[in-house]
């Protein structure tokens, strides 16, 4: 079957320039996360949804970055007004019910370069 | 201020051998405990669990160990294979929250 999804695989933007990244979860997953990785760092907690309900956004970094998850299940993160310090490989993933029931399934990421 | 450490950026072990990488915590109330594996180019895949009532954790080649009293656990792989090469990331929660913290991640290079 079909693992977590992610697209674009990359996206180069300007400075300034609005950007929304998508992810595709495993069909009949309750949970997604999104999660921000730097070079030579681990995973760092963005936000999570269960269903449509996005349950905690306590890591998102300020008020440039949003995700909505409308219909329980294809979920998107929007930047607006890019930096270059959000340059990064940004990380979805899905579980079943949540990650102390059932480990989190990651997609393969969209590496995001602002210049 | 990291609350989850991988103190070792690398390991190299020959085939056959035991790997042995560690993790170490800070936060007292981290209750459930993950090891996390992850080749080039894709995303992190679950590799192992461990609750904190438990001391450890078995699943085949691969056993995971935590010393609460030390806040440390580790991740034991018997016999290492080539196949093991990757980074492997320790990662845990608090009772109740969905969000993992990770830590920086190990690379672990098996020769054959």
């Known amino acids: 079957g079909a693992g977590v999804s992610q697209s674009p695989r990359y996206k180069v933007t300007k400075r300034g320039q609005d950007v929304a990244l998508r992810c595709d979860p495993i069909?009949?997953?309750?949970?997604l996360y999104w999660y921000r990785q730097a070079l030579g760092q681990g995973p760092e907690f963005l936000t999570y949804f269960n269903y449509e309900a996005q349950q905690d956004k306590s890591g998102l970094p300020n008020d440039r970055f949003s995700a909505e998850r409308p219909e329980g299940s294809i979920s998107t993160l929007t930047i607006q007004r890019t930096e270059q310090r959000d340059s990064a490989m940004y990380r979805c993933?899905?579980?079943?019910?949540?990650?102390?029931?059932?480990?989190?399934?990651f997609g393969n990421g969209t590496r995001l370069t602002v210049t | 201020d990291q609350q989850v450490k991988q103190n070792s950026p690398s390991l190299s072990v020959q085939e056959g051998r035991i790997s042995i990488l560690n993790c170490d915590y800070t936060?007292?109330?981290?209750?459930?405990f993950l090891w996390y594996k992850k080749y080039p180019a894709e995303g992190p895949t679950f590799l192992i669990s461990?609750?904190?009532?438990?001391d450890k954790n078995e699943d085949g080649r691969f056993t995971v160990f935590l010393n609460k009293s030390a806040k440390h656990l580790s991740l034991h792989i018997v016999p290492s294979q080539p196949g093991d090469s990757a980074v492997y990331f320790c990662a845990a929660s608090l009772g109740g929250s969905e969000k993992l913290v990770f830590g920086k991640g190990t690379k672990l290079t098996v020769n054959p």
């Open positions: 461990i609750s904190s009532i438990k």
């Open positions: 936060n007292s109330m981290f209750d459930y």
């Open positions: 069909s009949g997953h309750v949970s």
């Open positions: 993933a899905s579980s079943l019910v949540g990650p102390n029931n059932s480990p989190l399934h």
